[in-house]
């Protein structure tokens, strides 16, 4: 008999304390394994993998264009009022004011500037480099066969900025009016951008990260073949 020899009942449960007796018995005796559970995401728990998949909500990318928007416009709005006569000031600090405005998102209701539409001399027509009073498709759209620089602003105010008119003897409309016609200056047709606004809507394409398959639907990790 070994005198090192432990008892039969010492080594069972030191081959429990090790581990070495889930190889003996199968792994019945240990707890069971955390990856066989049933999959948490697919409790009904307050787990964020089993609320409904926020991709799945009407993506507000699919709402109207706001430059597309279709609301009915009276051209009294736009045309020039009897009696009309703009603000005059400095030419360069109206240019430079009204520089500033077109970048100014508090002068629509619904977060657009100008420049949502203009940067970088998009959105123009090629008939922009044409002397005002001259067609513009958004003004015939309303029943306005040529219109002017001011007219043009206050239905961008009204219709793309979803917006009141300037007062017609405003600063603010001189400024805009003096500032445009300083790009009109510099506008070649040949190097505009296609309108933005006129485009498809960028969130309908492909790459759309709502339009990808929601993760949590993926196969637990958890539930893979043990090995």
């Known amino acids: 008999m ?10 069972i449960a030191a081959m429990i304390s090790t581990g070495l007796l889930a190889a003996a018995l199968g792994g019945a005796a240990l707890a069971a394994n955390p990856c066989a ?30 430059c597309a928007a279709g609301a009915k416009i009276d051209p009294k709005q736009v045309l020039r009022p009897a009696g009309y006569k703009p603000y005059k000031g400095n030419k360069a600090e109206l240019i430079a004011e009204g520089e500033r405005l077109s970048r100014d998102a508090k002068l629509s209701t619904n977060g657009a500037a100008c420049m949502t539409c203009h940067q970088g001399n998009n959105a123009y027509q090629a008939t922009f ?4 009073p001259h067609p513009v498709q958004m003004a015939q759209d309303i029943g306005i066969k040529k219109i002017n620089l001011d007219e043009m602003i206050q239905l961008c105010m009204l219709k793309p900025m ?9 600063k603010e409309l001189a400024s805009l009016v003096a500032y445009f016609g300083e790009v009109q200056k510099g506008f ?32 637990n990790p958890c539930a893979a073949k043990k090995m």
């Open 2 to 11: 070994n005198p090192y020899a432990k008892p039969r009942n010492t080594r």
């Open 37 to 66: 559970p049933k999959n948490p995401c697919a409790a009904k728990a307050a787990n964020p993998c089993a609320a409904k998949n926020p991709c799945a909500a009407k993506n507000p990318c699919a709402a109207k264009n706001p």
């Open 129 to 132: 480099a044409k002397p005002y």
């Open 162 to 170: 979803a917006a009141k008119p300037l007062p017609w003897n405003s």
């Open 188 to 219: 070649k047709p040949v190097a505009a951008m296609a309108n933005p606004c006129a485009a498809k809507n960028p969130c309908a394409a492909k790459a759309n990260p709502c339009a990808a398959k929601n993760p949590c639907a993926a196969k």
